[in-house]
């Protein structure tokens, strides 16, 4: 019966085919113009068209009457009525299916990508706008460059759960200021391009440890950001690296990664007189680092430790000169972490404690950027004493209502016998930055947030303490794809921000035409994708 079925169908197409033939040799023989050839074809098609429908429809019947004459006659009432009110068109696919389609897709190719831009327009009542103590005062209507990376990920090699992939990442920074901005101007001009990552990444290839990911290359263990100062709390800055990250453990799992990170050691001379030197020795540097994270505390409270080490490895010649004064002496730096992160009603609370010393210390001073990196923008300079620092993080967002959600990033900090960029060697310091961002909640895509920033810094050296403070505050109207502030992207800001400088005894921080303040208004877009 299926064989008979088949090969009726089968002379129906074949007669079709034919029937096209025939139609398009006639129009040949009559020389019809192109035109009217395709519409001889087009018509003979729907032809073809309502014959296989009606057969389809016609064996449909056929099954159905098959199935009623094995039923009971409330069974074949039944399946007649759902008959007639079943539509012939194809079930659409959920949201759900799709996304699984996409992704496996993705993975079948082996091919992903993501990344991220922020990007926008701002002036004030005074000329352009300037940027100051975003670490400090907040990020929300005072930023005014543009910021990108792209992530391309492809996997070069399968084989079951083993797998291989090849890593590259785009990264950088323009000013917006001007309509022929480019990378090769470098940071004096507003831009800065760089490949920041190139890495093998290889999965399931650690007989005991399957479920780890190894790397080699241009690459460095996850960063840790504080979302609304503009840095990252834990970070290293890689010129290549191996690693190994989640390597489950009984309790927990740990990731490792032993990273080169050289620096421009500067001369004490140059420093010291020349405005404009640039005498200086590359000096190797490499940087281990450990984190055993997911230990469980309490329901859902994890901690994470963590501990980073940056060591030198210099030729004879640069430690003589280092003995001799001529060059400042690369010293050994440390880093200790602890993570306490734990999930609030629908948002999350992150408190972070680190202490280290030497250059890594000297880091959570700096009024904006206050990343705690080996160097300073590569370069190291300065006294570092063996001096100790410390630092208290707490971040997170949670709702205080059905229409009120709120961020926050509050940082305590002191440290002793340390080196400042603008205050100089032997220096102690003591911070205090607080920035809240409550917003109401009109609807899941649009929002009214009002951040306020503040904050206040003491730096002590030679018997003389020198003040910085001051204010921020933005409204913003605010179209986003959710609820969440830290969590959910893209989002489209219209805001108008004042920002003040109550005192400014460190960095001299100065507004156009001296002012102390600055009143600016601007939209930004930023995305994550």
């Given at each position: 019966m299926k064989m008979k079925k088949q090969s009726c169908k089968k002379t129906i197409i074949a007669m079709a085919l034919m029937s096209c033939y025939a139609a398009s040799g006639e129009a040949m023989a009559q020389n019809l113009t192109l035109e009217q050839r395709m519409e001889a074809l087009e018509a003979q098609l729907r032809v073809t068209q309502q014959k296989l429908q009606a057969y389809e429809e016609k064996e449909k019947a056929q099954?159905?009457?098959?199935?009623?004459?094995?039923?009971?006659?409330?069974?074949?009432?039944?399946?007649?009525?759902?008959?007639?009110?079943?539509?012939?068109?194809?079930?659409?696919?959920?949201?759900?299916?799709?996304?699984?389609?996409?992704?496996?897709?993705?993975?079948?190719?082996?091919?992903?990508?993501?990344?991220?831009?922020?990007?926008?327009?701002?002036?004030?009542?005074?000329?352009?706008?300037?940027?100051?103590?975003?670490?400090?005062?907040?990020?929300?209507?005072?930023?005014?460059?543009?910021?990108?990376?792209?992530?391309?990920?492809?996997?070069?090699?399968?084989?079951?759960?083993?797998?291989?992939?090849?890593?590259?990442?785009?990264?950088?920074?323009?000013?917006?200021?001007?309509?022929?901005?480019?990378?090769?101007k470098g940071m004096s001009g507003g831009g800065m391009g760089k490949l920041s990552k190139l890495y093998?990444?290889?999965?399931?290839?650690?007989?005991?440890?399957?479920?780890?990911?190894?790397?080699?290359?241009?690459?460095?263990?996850?960063?840790?950001?504080?979302?609304?100062?503009?840095?990252?709390?834990?970070?290293?800055?890689?010129?290549?690296?191996?690693?190994?990250?989640?390597?489950?453990?009984?309790?927990?799992?740990?990731?490792?990664?032993?990273?080169?990170?050289?620096?421009?050691?500067?001369?004490?001379?140059?420093?010291?007189?020349?405005?404009?030197?640039?005498?200086?020795?590359?000096?190797?540097?490499?940087?281990?680092?450990?984190?055993?994270?997911?230990?469980?505390?309490?329901?859902?409270?994890?901690?994470?430790?963590?501990?980073?080490?940056?060591?030198?490895?210099?030729?004879?010649e640069q430690k003589k000169a280092q003995a001799n004064s001529?060059?400042?002496?690369?010293?050994?730096?440390?880093?200790?972490?602890?993570?306490?992160?734990?999930?609030?009603?629908?948002?999350?609370?992150?408190?972070?404690?680190?202490?280290?010393?030497?250059?890594?210390?000297?880091?959570?001073?700096?009024?904006?950027s206050a990343n705690p990196d080996f160097d300073y923008n590569s370069a190291y300079y300065g006294i570092h004493s063996g001096g100790i620092g410390w630092r208290l993080v707490n971040q997170g967002e949670f709702y205080l209502g059905e229409k009120?959600?709120?961020?926050?990033?509050?940082?305590?900090?002191?440290g002793h016998d340390l080196y400042s960029t603008y205050?100089?060697?032997?220096?102690?310091?003591?911070?205090?930055?607080?920035?809240?961002?409550?917003?109401?909640i009109w609807s899941r895509n649009m929002q009214t947030a009002l951040e306020l920033g503040y904050f206040t810094q003491k730096n002590h050296v030679d018997n003389v303490t020198r003040d910085e403070s001051g204010y921020k505050v933005t409204l913003a109207q605010v179209y986003k794809v959710d609820t969440s502030i830290l969590n959910s992207r893209p989002e489209i800001r219209f805001y108008s921000t004042y920002l003040k400088a109550l005192e400014n005894e460190i960095d001299t921080q100065t507004f156009n035409d001296g002012k102390d303040y600055q009143i600016s208004v601007g939209v930004q877009a930023e995305v994550v994708f």
């Open positions: 099954q159905h009457t098959v199935v009623a004459s094995t039923a009971s006659p409330l069974t074949v009432t039944t399946q007649t009525a759902h008959a007639a009110a079943a539509p012939t068109t194809e079930p659409e696919l959920s949201p759900t299916t799709l996304k699984k389609i996409s992704q496996y897709v993705q993975d079948d190719t082996g091919f992903k990508y993501s990344g991220y831009f922020r990007s926008g327009w701002a002036t004030t009542t005074n000329g352009g706008p300037k940027s100051w103590a975003v670490g400090s005062l907040g990020r929300f209507g005072n930023e005014y460059d543009g910021w990108y990376n792209l992530s391309l990920k492809k996997r070069a090699w399968r084989d079951g759960d083993k797998s291989i992939w090849a890593n590259v990442q785009f990264e950088g920074d323009l000013g917006l200021t001007q309509s022929n901005e480019s990378f090769e093998v990444e290889g999965n399931g290839l650690l007989p005991f440890a399957p479920e780890a990911s190894v790397w080699v290359g241009k690459h460095t263990l996850p960063q840790y950001e504080i979302q609304q100062l503009d840095w990252k709390s834990n970070r290293t800055l890689s010129g290549a690296g191996v690693g190994i990250e989640n390597m489950k453990l009984p309790v927990g799992a740990v990731s490792m990664a032993i990273t080169r990170n050289d620096i421009d050691n500067y001369s004490t001379v140059c420093a010291a007189g020349a405005s404009s030197c640039s005498d200086t020795t590359q000096v190797n540097v490499n940087i281990a680092e450990a984190r055993y994270k997911n230990l469980p505390i309490t329901g859902d409270m994890t901690l994470e430790l963590g501990a980073k080490y940056a060591f030198a490895n210099q030729t004879d001529e060059y400042y002496q690369v010293k050994s730096s440390w880093l200790g972490q602890a993570i306490l992160r734990n999930p609030v009603q629908k948002g999350s609370n992150e408190l972070t404690l680190q202490v280290a010393d030497n250059s890594l210390a000297s880091q959570f001073m700096n009024i904006s009120i959600i709120m961020a926050h990033a509050l940082v305590y900090g002191r205050t100089g060697a032997h220096t102690d310091f003591e911070t205090t930055r607080a920035v809240i961002r409550p917003s109401w």
